[in-house]
């Protein structure tokens, strides 16, 4: 089977699967043509010539049978002019789902009396008491026709039993005044299995007799007569459900009842007789039962067979398709010209002047890389305000903006037309994706349309953002976040972690495509010529009394673990004498959360928020403070690390995948587990010991040394001259296939 073949059968089995799905929702959602069936036959029934003598007929068991009910029992009933209307019993559909109702209406239609429906085990299957209410009408009722009164109870369990007996006493005083009491319900109190509630049945039988009921119409398998205390109990079923009663009388049958001002007359009407034989009527019942579920569960039959069809598709296809986690050798590749100027798409789903990590990184690459000769053309949302006047900036229109004291967003319109008509524009080299969702892909599709590599840096670890979902937290954070990321990795062409620890995890989800290991460099000319002025303006401004100033960059949300931070400071301030401020960076939707924390444990004069600072100035308050103190664990890189040990700042932070290749212990700072106590301890420990500190100071500013954007760009640019190669060559040799 070709692989063209097996992906059309993929679709075709699919979209019937759709089709299929989309008709059971119709089903379950639109019915405004059938509801209150008993009421409205009722009232048909009320409406008819009454007279003392007349028939009515009784079924049970009827479960959606075509071949006994709908084509046999149906046309009998028609044929008998005498009989005024029709009985269910109890079971008439095979299961209380929406479409088994619709096949039981649409038989029901072919009969030319009105039927009344009584509810039973059948009915409240698969959750049908709702639906058999909305279709049909009470689960208990009574009506009057030719001086009789007919009453059904509900024997489900559906209705509590102590509140129909307050009802059916009274219903039996008015139906003293007529000349036959009928009662209908799906089990009969004479048998203890049926009815479990002994009190219940034991009543039942009572008031039956008490009030001379003229006959009770119970389900059953084959047809019964029993009496008990002067009541005639009926059984009735073989209306099409499975019938293997080997007796006489377990032939398929509808009760005819022929009704005079002096009593009723009971005989079963045979209309489909079966063998003799108990084993061939076990067969023939067997067929017939199946023909029947065949047809009520036909959609339901569809369904599994096509998920079945699809999953089986799916897995051949998996199966068949032959993997080879080994490199051609005897691939010949075009060499790669270090010299070559490249031109690059950017797809961000946020950009400054929106504040963040990835706004920030991307940024720093593309300044970094256009330095070096290449172009660089950043397709992001729309800003108010954005200013783009000297960079290649590709604003895209918005489907939604919001902005709110706590947070705001844009979201780009990744269908507007706009997008491609700018992209055409270009013959880019390389498409560079910074999420692997959005304009992440919608980047990833042009890529594959216009035959061009695709990057994808990893920037976010998704499963930290769990907290935000409306639903399904623990789904999104342990399955959904890792299979997004992996499915769409696997689709590029290339990946750029930041840290090994990054590059790890991708390795650990089962990533295989080709990684670089390249963590966002540090702009150094921001940290140039800041006068020594400014530095001592910050400082006596946060730290008037030469207390040590502790320093913090953050998004305020819950996933960058602010909580932790303060309850560390508050550890702090209690357990060392010396004085300390710590000024905290950055906005977000917990600022006002945060704040009350910090009032609450009487840190305001510790601690301070101070807000946004603009991105090229947050160098100075570097300079300024003494350490750098970080708690989140959601990082992919800790970007603001290597900003920090730039001004000359040691860490204390959490261990996560974003620290733990940065921090080095007792050289550049103090990587500890998320435990408050350890954490704090590492803090006082540099900030009593100041020499100690001073010495980590300078090894910090080295460190970041090695992680400058000339190097970023350098590294980044050799990495997408060689996957272009490699896609080059590969598509040459597709070609040559």
């Given at each position: 089977?070709?692989?063209?073949?097996?992906?059309?059968?993929?679709?075709?089995?699919?979209?019937?699967?759709?089709?299929?799905?989309?008709?059971k929702?119709?089903?379950?959602?639109?019915?405004?043509?059938f509801?209150?069936?008993?009421?409205?036959?009722?009232?048909?029934?009320?409406?008819?010539?009454?007279?003392?003598?007349?028939?009515?007929?009784?079924?049970?068991?009827?479960?959606?049978?075509?071949?006994?009910?709908?084509?046999?029992?149906?046309?009998?009933?028609?044929?008998?002019?005498?009989?005024?209307?029709?009985?269910?019993?109890?079971?008439?559909?095979?299961?209380?789902?929406?479409?088994?109702?619709?096949?039981?209406?649409?038989?029901?239609k072919?009969?030319?009396?009105?039927?009344?429906?009584?509810?039973?085990?059948?009915?409240?299957?698969d959750?049908?008491?709702?639906?058999?209410?909305?279709?049909?009408?009470?689960?208990y009722?009574?009506?009057?026709?030719?001086?009789?009164?007919?009453?059904?109870?509900?024997?489900?369990?559906?209705?509590?039993?102590?509140?129909?007996?307050?009802?059916?006493?009274?219903?039996?005083?008015?139906?003293?005044?007529?000349?036959?009491?009928?009662?209908?319900?799906?089990?009969?109190?004479?048998?203890?299995?049926?009815?479990?509630?002994?009190?219940?049945?034991?009543?039942?039988?009572?008031?039956?007799?008490e009030?001379?009921?003229?006959?009770?119409?119970?389900?059953?398998?084959?047809?019964?007569?029993?009496?008990?205390?002067?009541?005639?109990?009926?059984?009735?079923?073989?209306?099409?459900?499975?019938?293997?009663?080997?007796?006489?009388?377990?032939?398929?049958?509808?009760?005819?009842?022929?009704?005079?001002?002096?009593?009723?007359?009971?005989?079963?009407?045979?209309?489909?007789?079966?063998?003799?034989?108990?084993?061939?009527?076990?067969?023939?019942?067997?067929?017939?039962?199946?023909?029947?579920?065949?047809?009520?569960?036909?959609?339901?039959?569809?369904?599994?067979?096509?998920?079945?069809w699809?999953?089986f598709?799916?897995?051949?296809?998996?199966?068949?398709?032959?993997?080879?986690?080994?490199?051609?050798?005897?691939?010949?590749?075009?060499?790669?010209?270090?010299?070559?100027?490249?031109n690059?798409?950017?797809?961000?789903?946020?950009?400054?002047?929106?504040?963040?990590?990835?706004?920030?990184?991307?940024n720093?690459?593309?300044?970094?890389?256009?330095?070096?000769?290449?172009?660089?053309?950043?397709?992001?949302?729309?800003?108010?305000?954005?200013?783009?006047?000297?960079?290649?900036?590709?604003?895209?229109?918005?489907?939604?903006?919001?902005?709110?004291?706590?947070?705001?967003?844009?979201?780009?319109?990744?269908?507007?037309?706009?997008?491609?008509?700018?992209?055409?524009?270009?013959?880019f080299?390389?498409?560079?994706?910074?999420?692997?969702?959005?304009?992440?892909?919608?980047?990833?599709k042009?890529?594959?349309?216009?035959?061009?590599?695709v990057?994808?840096?990893?920037?976010t670890?998704l499963e930290?953002?769990?907290?935000?979902?409306?639903?399904?937290?623990?789904?999104?954070?342990?399955?959904l976040?890792?299979?997004?990321?992996?499915?769409?990795?696997?689709?590029?062409?290339?990946?750029?972690?930041?840290?090994?620890?990054?590059?790890?995890?991708?390795?650990?989800?089962?990533?295989?495509?080709?990684?670089?290991?390249?963590?966002?460099?540090?702009?150094?000319?921001?940290?140039?010529?800041?006068?020594?002025?400014?530095?001592?303006?910050?400082?006596?401004?946060?730290?008037?009394?030469?207390?040590?100033?502790?320093?913090s960059?953050?998004?305020?949300?819950?996933?960058?673990?602010?909580?932790?931070?303060?309850?560390?400071?508050?550890?702090?301030?209690?357990?060392?004498?010396?004085?300390?401020?710590?000024?905290?960076?950055?906005?977000?939707?917990?600022?006002?959360?945060?704040?009350?924390?910090?009032?609450?444990?009487?840190?305001?004069?510790?601690?301070?928020?101070?807000?946004?600072?603009?991105?090229?100035?947050?160098?100075?308050?570097?300079?300024?403070?003494?350490?750098?103190?970080?708690?989140?664990?959601?990082?992919?890189?800790?970007?603001?690390?290597?900003?920090?040990?730039?001004?000359?700042?040691?860490?204390?932070?959490?261990?996560?995948?974003?620290?733990?290749?940065?921090?080095?212990?007792?050289?550049?700072?103090?990587?500890?587990?998320?435990?408050?106590?350890?954490?704090?301890?590492?803090?006082?420990?540099?900030?009593?010991?100041?020499?100690?500190?001073?010495?980590?100071?300078?090894?910090?500013?080295?460190?970041?040394k090695e992680?400058?954007?000339?190097?970023?760009?350098?590294?980044?640019?050799?990495?997408?001259?060689?996957?272009?190669?490699?896609?080059?060559?590969?598509?040459?040799?597709?070609?040559?296939?």
């Amino acid at each position: 089977m070709s692989r063209n073949m097996l992906k059309n059968l993929i679709y075709s089995a699919s979209v019937i699967l759709i089709i299929i799905i989309s008709y059971k929702v119709y089903l379950s959602f639109h019915e405004s043509d059938f509801k209150n069936r008993n009421y409205e036959n009722i009232k048909m029934i009320n409406s008819g010539e009454e007279a003392g003598v007349f028939s009515f007929a009784v079924e049970g068991s009827i479960e959606n049978s075509i071949d006994v009910f709908q084509n046999e029992i149906i046309q009998n009933i028609n044929s008998h002019k005498d009989i005024a209307f029709n009985i269910s019993t109890g079971d008439a559909v095979l299961d209380g789902s929406e479409d088994k109702y619709r096949i039981l209406n649409t038989a029901l239609k072919g009969l030319n009396v009105p039927s009344v429906i009584g509810i039973g085990n059948s009915e409240i299957s698969d959750g049908g008491a709702r639906l058999f209410y909305k279709h049909f009408g009470p689960y208990y009722f009574s009506f009057v026709y030719g001086g009789s009164y007919f009453i059904f109870i509900d024997t489900t369990g559906t209705t509590a039993f102590d509140l129909q007996e307050s009802w059916l006493s009274d219903e039996l005083i008015k139906a003293d005044d007529y000349s036959h009491i009928f009662v209908i319900m799906d089990k009969s109190p004479l048998k203890q299995d049926a009815i479990k509630n002994k009190d219940f049945r034991t009543f039942l039988v009572d008031k039956f007799s008490e009030h001379k009921v003229t006959g009770v119409f119970t389900n059953g398998n084959a047809f019964e007569e029993n009496i008990e205390k002067g009541v005639t109990y009926y059984s009735s079923g073989g209306a099409g459900g499975l019938m293997l009663n080997a007796s006489a009388t377990g032939d398929y049958h509808y009760l005819k009842v022929d009704v005079t001002p002096g009593g009723a007359v009971v005989k079963p009407v045979d209309i489909l007789t079966v063998s003799k034989n108990p084993f061939i009527k076990m067969i023939e019942g067997i067929w017939i039962y199946i023909h029947s579920v065949f047809y009520a569960q036909f959609v339901n039959l569809s369904l599994g067979i096509f998920a079945v069809w699809l999953i089986f598709l799916i897995m051949y296809r998996k199966v068949s398709k032959d993997v080879n986690y080994y490199r051609d050798f005897n691939r010949t590749h075009k060499s790669i010209d270090l010299n070559r100027k490249l031109n690059i798409a950017m797809f961000t789903n946020n950009y400054l002047p929106f504040v963040g990590g990835v706004p920030v990184s991307v940024n720093r690459l593309a300044t970094a890389l256009r330095k070096k000769g290449n172009r660089v053309v950043i397709f992001a949302p729309y800003y108010p305000g954005a200013d783009d006047s000297n960079d290649d900036v590709v604003r895209c229109k918005l489907l939604r903006y919001k902005k709110t004291d706590k947070f705001s967003f844009a979201i780009a319109n990744i269908y507007s037309k706009q997008i491609s008509k700018e992209f055409d524009k270009y013959d880019f080299d390389v498409i560079h994706v910074h999420h692997p969702f959005w304009m992440g892909k919608k980047g990833l599709k042009l890529g594959i349309k216009k035959n061009i590599p695709v990057i994808l840096t990893y920037h976010t670890r998704l499963e930290m953002y769990a907290q935000n979902m409306p639903i399904f937290k623990l789904t999104f954070k342990n399955i959904l976040s890792h299979g997004m990321i992996k499915k769409f990795a696997q689709k590029c062409d290339g990946i750029i972690a930041p840290t090994e620890s990054a590059k790890e995890y991708l390795e650990n989800i089962g990533v295989s495509r080709e990684k670089l290991v390249m963590p966002t460099g540090v702009d150094s000319e921001y940290y140039e010529n800041i006068d020594e002025c400014t530095i001592k303006s910050i400082k006596k401004t946060y730290a008037p009394n030469g207390e040590m100033l502790l320093c913090s960059v953050s998004r305020l949300s819950s996933e960058k673990n602010i909580r932790f931070l303060i309850n560390g400071l508050k550890y702090i301030k209690e357990n060392t004498p010396l004085k300390f401020k710590c000024i905290i960076i950055g906005d977000g939707p917990d600022r006002g959360d945060l704040q009350s924390l910090i009032d609450e444990y009487s840190l305001k004069d510790y601690v301070l928020l101070i807000g946004t600072v603009n991105q090229n100035e947050i160098p100075r308050y570097y300079l300024a403070s003494d350490l750098f103190v970080f708690s989140s664990q959601s990082e992919t890189q800790g970007m603001v690390l290597l900003e920090a040990m730039s001004g000359k700042c040691p860490v204390v932070c959490v261990r996560s995948s974003g620290t733990d290749d940065m921090v080095r212990n007792g050289f550049n700072g103090y990587k500890t587990s998320p435990d408050i106590t350890e954490w704090a301890e590492k803090v006082m420990y540099l900030i009593e010991n100041r020499e100690i500190l001073e010495k980590m100071s300078m090894n910090a500013f080295k460190y970041s040394k090695e992680f400058t954007l000339d190097k970023m760009a350098e590294n980044v640019s050799m990495f997408y001259k060689k996957l272009i190669s490699v896609h080059e060559n590969e598509t040459r040799e597709n070609e040559n296939v």
